[in-house]
């Protein structure tokens, strides 16, 4: 067990729906990523928070939008769903930034997004 | 912009043997860390090693260990004693000033018994 807690595990859902996975970082991680996986792919970086301010931008949809709570549990909106959104999301946290003392990035179980 | 590659997609090993995966890197960065991650079938993302990259001592966690050659640009897995379990994807990852992982797109291993 990581400590980084996602939810929902899986999600079926209809093209053109909206939903929100939620991500819930280690104790005392400051820092949430989020990936994309799709069937057969490698990880694509999607977004990153630190302390509630967005960090980084990878390859993020502009139908797809992240936000982290002063809580810093992470949410993941994404809109206007296409089959090709069918993918693994992964939320991550760590205390800082990979670069910043070693500091080690742990992944959640990943939401399972099934589109319709 | 950093790059990972891994030029193996797929490796086969027996069970109790050696088996070497490669990964190179491009980046313009002194200061940066190494990964490597392994996905079984699960899917979950475990955290197999890491290495530091101003630091020449190769990293070595019990079966595992890397061969980081910074000036080459290289940070390869070696995983000893092979394992059924250890029948997985693995994915190198680099982590440097942007502030996120940036992923190579993985070498499928299977360990045959």
């Known amino acids: 067990d990581s400590g980084v807690t996602q939810t929902p595990k899986h999600l079926i859902t209809a093209t053109g729906q909206r939903v929100t996975l939620r991500c819930s970082p280690r104790s005392g991680d400051l820092s949430v990523y989020w990936y994309q996986q799709s069937l057969d792919q490698g990880l694509q970086f999607l977004i990153q928070?630190?302390?509630?301010?967005?960090?980084a931008k990878g390859n993020i949809l502009e139908r797809f939008s992240a936000q982290q709570f002063p809580d810093l549990h992470s949410e993941l909106n994404l809109s206007s769903l296409e089959l090709g959104d069918s993918a693994l999301y992964f939320c991550a946290s760590s205390v800082g930034t990979p670069n910043r003392g070693g500091n080690t990035i742990y992944f959640g179980e990943g939401s399972w997004l099934t589109v319709v | 912009a950093q790059t990972v590659t891994q030029s193996q997609p797929e490796m086969s090993v027996q069970e109790a043997e050696t088996v070497t995966l490669s990964c190179t890197y491009d980046?313009?960065?002194?200061?940066?860390?190494l990964f490597w991650y392994k996905q079984p079938p699960s899917r979950q993302m475990i955290l197999v090693i890491r290495q530091e990259a101003y630091k020449q001592q190769n990293a070595t966690e019990n079966r595992f260990s890397v061969n980081f050659q910074k000036a080459a640009k290289s940070f390869s897995l070696k995983i000893s004693d092979s394992q059924l379990g250890d029948t997985a994807m693995y994915f190198c990852a680099f982590g440097g000033s942007q502030g996120n992982l940036i992923f190579g797109k993985g070498t499928k291993l299977s360990v045959k018994p």
């Open positions: 928070y630190y302390n509630g301010e967005e960090r």
């Open positions: 980046t313009s960065e002194s200061n940066y860390y």
